[in-house]
């Protein structure tokens, strides 16, 4: 009997299993692809989260410890907020089989040191939140491997020092932000810092740190400030430095340069780099060609170029036949399909000059020219040939003119009397009889009008 009963038993826990794991949270609320369990008192992570969640909102509750693998049961998840929460560190592998992660806030935390393995696997990564901790180290290989990052912010923490040497461009082409506004960097690599990507240069913030006034220091600003970056622009006032290192000779150096009187920045830190951002329309199956024109004048450049859909292209790594790359940096693209459309990132490097220069291209990929016609214009035709139908209905019917004359109605005769017929129909003659027998036949005629309007019927 128990035999019998164990199969079925069995079956019915894992049915119960596999539904647990899709199954809401009580705590939690979910949608179609989100699940939100922010303001819920959570200690700890709910022990079954649904496999399909893409988002996934922890927020403002009090975790304080992730164990390795947290999220391994959520294959699509790309973004995780667990900001305003109690934890401290987190361990190794808690991100374990997470690779799609996309954006990671982790906000308003009590982390202390940034350690390398944090962020090791998410190499999708694109936006990393970190601001509003209590961060006095961020180490050395912290952000290498991620190769997709956009924005990352690090600012209202401790920090003293930050690895600006680890950001390179072939190591972060997409990197736009880099916020360390806030901290307490009081000197800086300024060499690293201009060895920097020219996207991220652009895009660094560090205003509100206690920066001691020297040459060198305000040298980058005064270029930076020329080229009119934003972070500047936005942020005039906020960017101070002391005076030998004494917090209470504090100045404005943006705005008053006296200081700086001796410094010489005539010179270039560095040339510039330029950007060169362009769209390209191309039809599926056409060629295309995208140039890496840039700011260098060196014959000797290297050239890399990054997709997402294609990842690194040089000529060492080409292992398509669609595909070529020039040694002039030209990538060409034969018989190109929808899904090549996307951005392309070209980057020229000068090795003995250390420069490096940057060419995006952003590439639509049309379907053909044909069929946009056979759906759009054709439909239009048809619109129009129905209306010169309507028309042609309505003003060009028969007998619209003022000339034609409408029938009058149909005028019912109305029998007389006549002496003279009475002979005719009483006595017919024995000719009119036989002609009477022989021919039986019954006509209905209707009485006819003459042109004067009068009205006559025909004479036998």
């Known amino acids: 009997m128990t035999s019998g ?39 700890k992570l709910p022990l079954s989260l649904p496999s399909f969640s893409v988002t996934l909102d922890v ?35 808690v991100f374990h089989n997470a690779s799609g992660l996309r954006l990671l806030d982790l906000s308003s935390n009590k982390l202390q040191v940034v350690e390398q393995h944090y962020f090791q696997g998410l190499w999708r990564l694109e936006e990393l939140l970190l601001f509003n901790n209590r961060i006095t180290q961020v180490e050395a290989s912290t952000l290498i491997g991620l190769s997709s990052l956009k924005k990352a912010y690090f600012s209202l923490n401790q920090i003293t020092h930050f690895p600006f040497f680890s950001i390179q461009d ?31 240069q652009r895009g660094l913030y560090l205003h509100n740190n206690s920066l001691i006034c020297d040459c060198s220091m305000y040298s980058v600003f005064w270029h930076w400030d020329l080229r009119g970056y934003d972070s500047l622009k936005d942020f005039t006032d906020e960017h101070t430095c002391s ?9 404005r150096f943006l705005r008053h340069n006296r200081f700086f009187r001796n410094c010489t920045v005539e010179k270039a830190v560095s040339q510039p780099v330029t950007v060169l951002l362009s769209n390209v329309l191309v039809s599926q199956g056409d060629t295309v060609r995208l140039d890496c024109q840039t700011s260098l004048n060196s014959t000797d450049l290297s050239f890399t170029w990054l997709s997402h859909s294609k990842g690194y292209i040089t000529q060492a790594s080409i292992n398509d036949t669609l595909i070529s790359l020039f040694p002039n940096g030209t990538l060409e693209i034969q018989a190109a399909k929808v899904n090549d459309s996307g951005l392309y990132v070209c980057t020229a490097v000068d090795i003995t000059q250390a420069l490096n220069a940057t ?33 042609m209905y309505l003003y060009l019917t028969p007998c619209r003119c003022s000339c034609c004359k409408q029938p009058k ?49 025909r004479e036998s």
């Open 359 to 391: 060419r995006e291209v952003n590439v639509t990929v049309l379907l053909p020219a044909g069929e946009s016609f056979n759906t759009g214009y054709t439909t239009l035709l048809g619109c129009v040939v129905t209306m010169v139908f309507i028309l």
């Open 409 to 457: 109605p149909v005028v019912i005769p109305i029998a007389t009397y006549d002496p003279s017929t009475l002979a005719s129909v009483f006595s017919p003659s024995t000719t009119d009889q036989a002609k009477i027998q022989t021919n039986k036949h019954v006509a209905f005629m209707e009485p006819m009008i003459s042109e004067e309007g009068t009205e006559w019927t």
């Open 170 to 200: 072939h190591s972060h082409p997409f990197l736009t932000m880099l916020d360390l506004s806030s901290n307490r960097m009081s000197r800086l690599p300024w060499e690293d810092v201009k060895a920097l990507p020219g996207l991220v």
């Open 59 to 93: 927020s403002h509750n009090h975790l304080s410890w992730l164990g390795p693998g947290s999220f391994n049961k959520m294959p699509r998840l790309e973004n995780l907020r667990m900001a305003h929460n109690q934890l401290p560190a987190l361990g190794h592998g």
């Open 5 to 43: 009963l164990y199969p079925g038993s069995l079956l019915v826990l894992l049915c119960l299993l596999h539904f647990s794991e899709q199954t809401c949270p009580s705590m939690c609320l979910c949608t179609s692809d989100t699940v939100s369990c922010s303001s819920s008192g959570l200690a």
């Open 243 to 251: 005076i030998y290192g004494d917090p209470r000779a504090s100045i």
